[in-house]
């Protein structure tokens, strides 16, 4: 080596560590797609609040840094989901993407995930495609899918002695893939679903389809409602003296986050969801008390835990590799192989990177989803069309 190259080289390598050295005192960059507007907005809420609660209990710290927050409003609407995505992508080059609620946003943003090779915790939405067709190494999710809650209700809603059903949903990916997991469980159980009713997201001009509802005459209605559409539906499926001939019966996103505006409506609704009220569990109780403190006006629901179970994943993910996220494939098996302490209760992530966990029956009194039994233990989701 001449002096001058020594010298170039010597020069070089300060510079390299100095930016390393810089990149361990930056901030990691969380990027949240979330609705903050629109039927779904509170939703987004509960789940940043669960998300910043976690990261707050580690002393605002994942992995040893300090994390920074890049926020964007998807409006649930999956047609500026691409635009969205890559604000936070290539304009905030955020180094984790947290989102979102909307199955058809989620899958929109999973693609541009994928294609930018950056990693994705997917903290609702519950496409099956996400953890099916679409699979990736770098792709999590800490919620559910679509067909997991739904199929769990199908044997509970047949051992009830219903023969026939009727379904009443949103006309998009979510709402499609409740219904088929809920036919699978049902018709697997002796039952038989007689007719599939929809109207368009986010619409709720629920009384024509209660009129045909109550012209069927069903032994029972399975249901997929969400955020402010299911506070909407539960109160006109009530006011149509339907809820005194025909039980109504849900994934348990019905019910969630929405019993305060529903009131009496809701009481006495039975539904299936990876989590309840009333657990009672010293890890549920924590968790219980401490969003309580942080949301004095806000009841602890199923988003709040998924937001809060993405922190706790990305912890597991960044604490493997000293808070190095260019470490990706290190990360991301870490995160893989996670066993995660969950306020639902414990779970593991499946091959496809989705939750398997328990599925519990609830019934609604007063204000919460009491917990009753374990509808399905340990409930892994066939994953079709995964090749991982
Ligand atoms: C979805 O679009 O996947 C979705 C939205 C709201 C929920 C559950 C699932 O509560």
Redesign the pocket.
């Known amino acids: 080596m001449t002096p001058h190259t020594r010298r170039a080289a010597l020069a070089a390598a300060l510079a390299l560590s100095a930016s390393l050295a810089h990149a361990a005192d930056d901030p990691i960059k969380v990027g949240f797609m979330l609705p903050y507007s629109g039927t ?1 907005a509170a ?1 987004g809420t509960a789940i940043e609040n669960g998300f910043k609660l976690y990261v707050d209990e580690q002393g605002g710290k994942l992995g040893g840094r300090e994390v920074a927050y890049y926020k964007v409003d998807d409006e649930s609407n999956p047609a500026k989901a691409p635009e969205n995505a890559s604000r936070l992508i290539k304009r905030d080059q955020v180094d984790v993407l947290v989102g979102t ?4 946003v ?1 899958m929109a943003l999973t693609k541009a995930a994928k294609d930018a090779d950056t990693t994705l915790l997917v903290t ?4 099956d495609a996400i953890t099916g067709p679409m699979c990736g190494l770098g792709v999590f999710r800490t919620s559910f899918s ?1 067909w997991q809650p739904a199929y769990a209700m199908g044997p509970v809603a047949a051992k009830k002695g219903h023969k026939t059903a009727v379904t009443i949903t949103w006309k ?3 709402g499609d893939e409740a219904v088929a997991g809920f036919r699978e469980g049902f018709e697997k159980s002796g039952g038989k679903v007689v007719k599939d009713l929809s109207l368009p997201f986010p619409n709720v001009e629920f009384q024509p389809l209660l009129t045909e509802i109550a012209a069927l005459k069903p032994d029972m209605v399975f249901t997929f409602f ?2 402010g559409g299911a506070v909407k539906f539960v109160q006109d499926y009530a006011a149509a003296g339907l809820n005194k001939s025909i039980p109504l019966y849900g994934s348990g ?1 019905l019910t969630d986050g929405t019993l305060q505006a529903q009131g009496p409506s809701a009481q006495g609704l039975l539904t299936t969801l990876h989590y309840a009220d009333g657990l009672d569990t010293p890890r549920d109780n924590a968790f219980r008390a401490a969003y309580g403190k942080a949301h004095p006006n806000m009841a602890p629901d199923v988003y709040a835990v998924q937001g809060y179970d993405a922190a706790q994943l990305l912890q597991v993910g960044l604490a493997a590799v000293n808070g190095d996220v260019s470490r990706k494939a290190a990360m991301r098996q870490a995160m893989r192989g996670a066993a995660i302490d969950s306020p639902r209760g414990r779970f593991t992530l499946s091959k496809a990177g989705n939750p398997v966990q328990d599925i519990y029956l609830r019934q609604v009194d007063g204000l919460q989803n009491k917990a009753i039994e374990v509808a399905a233990r340990q409930l892994a989701d066939p994953a079709r069309g995964c090749r991982l």
């Open positions: 779904y939703l609620v909307h199955s058809g989620a609702n939405a519950g496409a679509n998009y990916a979510a969400a955020g996103f």
